[in-house]
Each structure stands twice: as structure tokens, then as C-alpha cells.
């Protein structure tokens, strides 16, 4: 077991307020799980925001270690880190801005999305700078010895590896149907100058997450006939993927090359009105916890937290959870989260503080040090996180996604069926 706040090792001998306990040995079983679900299309796991909250690059060496073919994030920073953490698989980011770090990406044998002229231009102006200076630390690794050319660089010279997206009806990244024709002839002209490859032909559903949503099938179709374009002109990607984790869970017409999976392989059902995580086998990865901070007797009438929104029915019991909104704990969840004190479900009381809130225990007591269960797989009755997504009005995406750094991760199940201990969060 490891434990890492924000990336840095704790000291062993000091006891944690709190923790978010990742189990690795989960995170492989859910890879496992939706491979099976989409058995001839390789698998990418997305491990962008930090794995979900969950630690990217402990999460990112599960994934590969449980046959993920793929690693997906969202920025080219997030990929770098990834790299520099030793990652050396096949590795998609997709959001870059004007000025973006193109080269860095090409140079580190990252794939990049691109979804309009602008990025085709950028990305192919960096691939020739990547080119050069390659050739150039080519020729000052020459070195003479005894009459003959030794050459200590890698010498493969540099070809940038894009990913074209459609945006076939989601309305958000990827490049407008209107002008795809443009954009594959641009990217067929960069590969006949040799400076780019394009590697695949992507595109995001909308309502994936709402089976039977009319919107699924018009976007396939444009997806379909994007592919066919691009194929006309003369690209021919390795993949080609649209499926997200509810597509891979509920739309195998959608399966393609690749499905990227992202909240799923984290134990989170996207589609938890068609059935819960474990309904689709798959387990909650991270628990949040919390040791009780204070416990207290007040009376009948007592205001508690800020704006008395809360006043206690009746003599009772408090019990004071110390983590709050800058922890990621949902402030709109005041007066509705779950919480596991002494084996029941309590209720949080009045309003979630920055670093603390509190629950009324009733006619039940608990000692200072007892453990708060905010949410896990929910094998010892504790709520889920789509249980807190539903107190506060949100998806479960966000409830996992938010928990802050200053909460220290703890990662178990590092070693089993085959994962390596992780060294960072």
C-alpha cells in the first residue's frame, strides 16, 4: 500500500484526516470487464484529470497492465506527464489551443487530435521543426572512430502521428461535416510530404448515455460517411473510434477499432439508469473516508453550521467530519449527502463547510477517531458515489473527479495479477 497527497510520499507515522483508497486490483478487473464487452476492438483507457481524481499514473500502469492498448487524455501536458513518468505505449491527447506544445507532443510519440485547419497547420509546422532538429542532433552524434561514421543518434527521423476528429453531431470539439472534404485532402497532402501519419478517425457521442436516443444513430451515420470520405481521398487509419464507456456498455454496432472508456474503468456506471456498476461487473474504485474529528451532545434546537439551516429535532449527538468543499466534497450536497458512521447511513446536517461538516447521529454515539465512510463500492452498505452525484444534483463523473490533493491518495492492489507498484499519484 502506497499513499501519495498530490503526487509526494506521506510519512508513515502520521495519521491521515482522511483518505481516498484507490484499489488498483479493481481498476484491472474493470479493464477486463469491458474488453470482454467489445472483445475484436483494442481498448483505450482514459486517464485525463488525473484519472478521474484517482491518480494517472498509478492508474495508467494498471490499465496497461490489465491489456489496455491505448491511454487517452485531454491535454498535451497530461500526455507529456505520462511520458515522463516512463509511459512508452500508444498514447492519444486531444486538446490543444493555438500555440500548443505540437513538437514536444511529436517528439514524445504522443498521438494528436486535430480537428480544424488552424491545428492541421500547426501540427504539420511543427512536424518539420521536429524533423529538423532531429536531423540536426543527427549529424552532431556523428562521430569519426578510426576512419568510420559511428552514429549514436536514433536516426528514424520524425513523423507527427494525428488523429482527424468529425464532429458528427455533438456540437463541441471536431470539425464541422462542411468541412471535412478540406481537412482530409490537408492531411493527405502532410502525409505525401512524408511529416505526418494520420493514425485515426474519431469522433464523441452525445446521448451514448440515453440508449435509443435518435441523436446515436444520425451521429454514426456521419461518422460512417466521414470515415468513407477520408478513405476516398486516401487515409487509412489504424483505428477508428467513437464509443465511449456507455457505447462500449451499451452499443456494440459502435465498437469500431477502439472503444475509450473513461468514468467506467473507474467502477462508475455512465449509465446508471440502465443498470449500476455492478450490474456491468464492474466495481467502485476509489473509497473516501474520514476520521471523525469531534463528538458532541447538544440540545434540542441547536443550530448547526452556517445559516442554522439545520436545527437538531431534539437532544442529540454531532458528530464533525473534517473535510469540506475545498476537498472536493459537494457543497449542494448540504442537508442530503450519505454518510457511514457506526455501520448506518447518516445524513449530512445543515451546510458543507470549506473543510468540515457534520452529521447528527441521533440517539447513537461514536468515539473521535471512528471512520466516515463517504462513498465506496458500497460491500460494507456505504453509499456510492451515485449516491452522493444524486444528493447534489450532478453525475457521478464529478463526485469522483473533484476530491482535491490535499486528500492523500492510498493505493492497494498494486501488485496483484500482474500491476506494478505505483510511484505517483
Known amino acids: 500500500m502506497t499513499a ?32 470482454a464487452r467489445a472483445p475484436r476492438a483494442e481498448l483505450m483507457a482514459v486517464v485525463k484529470s488525473d484519472a478521474y481524481g484517482h491518480g494517472a499514473v498509478p492508474c495508467a500502469r494498471a490499465a496497461r497492465a490489465a491489456g489496455a492498448s491505448w491511454l487517452g487524455t485531454a491535454t498535451p501536458e497530461e500526455a507529456l506527464a505520462l511520458r515522463a513518468a516512463g509511459d512508452t505505449g500508444r ?70 502521428r494525428v488523429q482527424l476528429k468529425i464532429d458528427s453531431g455533438l456540437g463541441r470539439n471536431g470539425c464541422p461535416p462542411g468541412d471535412w472534404l478540406e481537412l482530409v485532402h490537408a492531411a493527405r497532402a502532410a502525409e505525401a510530404e512524408g511529416v505526418l501519419k494520420v493514425t485515426g478517425i474519431w469522433s464523441h457521442f452525445a446521448c451514448a448515455d440515453e440508449p435509443g ?15 468513407a470520405v477520408a478513405e476516398r481521398v486516401g487515409l487509412r487509419p489504424e483505428v477508428r473510434h467513437i464509443a465511449n464507456s456507455p457505447a462500449t456498455l451499451t452499443l456494440p454496432e459502435s465498437h469500431f477499432d477502439l ?13 446508471p439508469d440502465v443498470g449500476s456498476a455492478s450490474d456491468f461487473g464492474l466495481r467502485q474504485v476509489m473509497t473516501l473516508s474520514a476520521d471523525i474529528a469531534l463528538v458532541k451532545r447538544v440540545p434540542a434546537g441547536h443550530g448547526v453550521s452556517y445559516g442554522h439551516q439545520y436545527l437538531t429535532p431534539g437532544e442529540t449527538t454531532l458528530a464533525l467530519i473534517p473535510v ?20 448506518k ?79 505517483g499519484a
Request: proline share 6%; charged share 25%; net charge negative.
Open 324 to 343: 469540506g468543499y475545498a476537498d472536493g466534497i459537494p457543497r449542494h450536497a448540504s442537508g442530503a449527502g450519505p454518510v457511514l458512521v457506526g455501520g
Open 213 to 227: 436516443h435518435p441523436s446515436i444513430a444520425a451521429q454514426l451515420e456521419v461518422y460512417r460517411d466521414a470515415v
Open 345 to 423: 447511513w447518516r445524513t449530512v446536517a445543515g451546510r458543507v463547510a470549506m473543510d468540515q461538516f457534520v452529521v447528527d447521529l441521533g440517539g447513537d454515539s461514536a468515539e473521535v477517531g471512528d471512520e466516515a465512510v463517504l462513498f465506496g463500492p458500497g460491500d460494507r452498505g456505504e453509499p456510492t458515489a451515485e449516491d452522493w452525484a444524486r444528493a447534489a444534483g450532478t453525475i457521478a463523473y464529478e463526485i469522483v473527479t473533484r476530491i482535491g490533493s490535499r486528500v492523500p491518495r492510498v493505493y492497494v492492489g498494486e501488485g496483484d495479477d500482474g500491476g506494478t507498484a505505483a510511484t
Open 259 to 271: 472503444v475509450r472508456t473513461g468514468v467506467a474503468i473507474y467502477g462508475v456506471s455512465p449509465v
Open 91 to 160: 498514447l492519444l491527447c486531444w486538446l490543444f489551443t493555438p500555440g500548443g506544445p505540437w513538437r514536444e507532443a511529436i517528439e514524445a510519440d504522443i498521438d494528436v487530435s486535430v480537428s480544424g485547419m488552424w491545428a492541421m497547420r500547426e501540427v504539420t509546422t511543427a512536424a518539420r521543426e521536429a524533423a529538423a532538429r532531429e536531423a540536426r542532433t543527427h549529424d552532431q552524434d556523428r562521430v569519426q572512430d578510426r576512419g568510420q561514421y559511428r552514429d549514436r543518434g536514433q536516426g528514424r527521423g520524425r513523423t507527427a
Open 4 to 35: 501519495h497527497p498530490g503526487g509526494a510520499p506521506t510519512h508513515p507515522a502520521l495519521p491521515m484526516r482522511a483518505r481516498a483508497v484507490v484499489d488498483l486490483a479493481a481498476l484491472r478487473d474493470n479493464i477486463r470487464a469491458l474488453r
